[in-house]
Each structure stands twice: as C-alpha cells, then as structure tokens.
C-alpha cells in the first residue's frame, strides 16, 4: 500500500511539471509583484524559473523514490 506522503510528493511533482509545461507553452511565467511576465521581457528568469521547476521535481521524485525502497 501506498503511504500519504508519497502520494502528497508525487502530487507536488505533477504540479511543479504542469506549471513548467504551462509556461513553457505560453511563453511566459508569474513574477512576485509584478504578474505575468513573458519570456521575451525577461528571458534569464524564464529560463531559471523552468530550471528551477524541473530540478524541484526532479530532486522530489527522487528522494520519494529513495525514501520508498
């Protein structure tokens, strides 16, 4: 049987995945107190913020994974 917090991290994964996929597919993302910007007005904090999501669900997958052996 699955326990509560794998299914708490594989859901936080699927989200840090979706918002990444979201972004990339409008060309854009939310910066704190300014709102949606694109990637053209600041394409080093689109890039960081994709890379950023990727490794978070990356490193979530795999400490769930290591946690559940």
């Given amino acids: ?3 509560i917090d794998v299914l ?3 859901s936080l994964v ?3 995945l979706l918002y990444a ?3 990339m597919f409008h060309g ?3 910066m704190k107190g300014k709102g949606w910007r694109t990637k053209q007005e600041n ?6 913020t994709l890379i950023l999501m990727y490794f978070f669900a990356l490193v979530t997958l795999a400490t ?3 946690n559940f052996r």
């Avoid at 394409?43 to 960081?48: D, H, I, K, L, V």
């Fill in 64 to 66: 769930t994974f290591i």
């Fill in 8 to 10: 708490i991290n594989l």
């Fill in 1 to 3: 049987m699955v326990s």
């Fill in 21 to 23: 996929a979201y972004c």
């Fill in 14 to 16: 699927m989200m840090c």
């Fill in 28 to 30: 854009g993302f939310h």
């Fill in 43 to 48: 394409p080093r904090t689109f890039y960081f």
